[in-house]
C-alpha cells in the first residue's frame, strides 16, 4: 500500500510561520532550514507561496509579521518567547499531519509502534512522544476524529459498518470540511461517534466511494469553472470559503489548491 500526504491546511501553516518565524526573512534562508534537517514534512517555500496564494516570498514575510503580533498580543507573549509558547501546539500540527495517512495502524500503542517499527523509513514519531504532546493515546485519537466508546477502547469498525454508516450519512461526505463538521454535530447531538473521511477513504474501495462522492473524481475543468463562477467567495480567503463551499456543495479549499496549479488558479479567478 502507497501513502500519500495531503496539503498543509492555512491554518496548519499559520501554527509553522509562528513557530519558525525567525526564519521567514528570506525564501533561501527558510529552504536552507529544511535543507539541514534529514527527515521532515515542512514546506519549502514555494509549497508555502502556493498555499497562501501570493506570488513573492516578501508577501510570506508580512503575513508571518502580522500572524505573529497577533499571537503575542493574544497570548500575551513577547517575541522571544513565542517559539516556546508555541512548541506543543506546533508539535500537535505535525504529528497529525504526519499520522493521517496510516490511520489504520493506531488502534492501539502497541499496533502503532509495531507498525512503526516495520516502517523506519517513513521516520514516524515514537508513541512516547505522541503521549506527551497530546496528554493519552485516546486524547490523540480524538484530536485524530477517530471514535472512543463508553468504556474509553478505540471503536472497531467493520467493512459492513462502515457500508451502513456512509449510505446514512451520505449527504454529507462531499469533502473533509463537511464531514468533520457533521462529525462534530453528531457527537453533540447523540454522542455517537463517527470515523473521519480519511478513515473511511481508506477501508472503503475507492470504486464505492465514487458512487458516494463525484468530487473524489472532478476534473481540472470542473475546478477551474467552479473557480470561475464562484470566484468572489474565494478571494475573500480560506475561512470565508470553507462556510461558503459547505453552503453550496463546491470542492474545499485545500482541493482546489491541491488539484490546480497556481497559473491556473489566477488565471480562472481573473477571467471575467
Not at 514555494?46 to 506570488?55: A, E, F, K, P, Y
Not at 467552479?226 to 463546491?250: D, I, M, P
Not at 482541493?255 to 496549479?261: D, E, F
Amino acid at each position: 500500500m502507497s501513502y500519500h500526504y495531503r496539503n498543509l491546511t492555512k491554518e496548519e501553516l499559520d501554527i509553522i510561520l509562528i513557530r519558525y518565524f525567525n526564519k521567514t526573512l528570506l525564501a533561501t534562508q527558510w529552504d536552507q532550514m529544511l535543507g539541514r534537517r534529514k527527515h521532515h514534512n515542512l514546506p519549502y517555500s514555494d509549497t508555502i507561496m502556493n498555499i497562501l496564494s501570493v506570488n513573492e516570498w516578501e508577501q510570506v514575510y508580512e503575513y508571518s509579521v502580522q500572524l505573529l503580533n497577533n499571537y503575542c498580543s493574544l497570548h500575551n507573549v513577547t517575541a522571544d518567547e513565542v517559539p516556546k509558547h508555541i512548541e506543543k501546539e506546533y508539535q500537535r500540527v505535525i504529528i497529525k499531519y504526519e499520522l493521517e495517512p496510516f490511520l489504520e495502524n493506531v488502534v492501539s500503542v502497541r499496533k502503532y509502534d509495531e507498525f512503526r517499527r516495520n516502517h523506519s523509513d517513513y521516520h514516524l514519531p515514537n508513541p512516547q512522544k505522541i503521549i506527551s504532546n497530546f496528554g493519552s493515546w485516546n486524547q490523540f485519537r480524538e484530536a485524530m476524529n477517530l471514535p472512543i466508546n463508553a468504556t474509553g477502547n478505540p471503536v472497531v469498525y467493520t467493512d459492513e459498518k462502515l457500508l451502513e454508516i456512509l449510505e446514512e450519512h451520505k449527504t454529507f461526505f462531499t469533502t473533509n470540511e463537511v464531514w468533520e463538521q457533521h462529525v462534530k454535530d453528531h457527537k453533540s447531538k447523540t454522542n455517537e461517534s463517527l470515523p473521519s473521511m480519511q478513515w473511511m477513504k481508506a477501508r472503503i474501495d475507492r470504486e464505492i466511494l465514487l458512487k458516494y462522492n463525484h468530487l473524489l473524481h472532478r476534473t481540472e475543468e470542473e475546478y477551474i469553472r467552479v473557480l470561475q463562477e464562484h470566484s468572489h467567495a474565494f478571494r475573500n480567503g480560506v475561512t470565508y470559503w470553507t462556510a461558503y463551499a459547505q453552503k453550496y456543495g463546491l470542492p474545499g479549499y485545500k482541493s482546489i489548491i491541491r488539484n490546480l496549479t497556481e497559473e491556473q488558479i489566477n488565471k480562472a479567478l481573473n477571467s471575467d
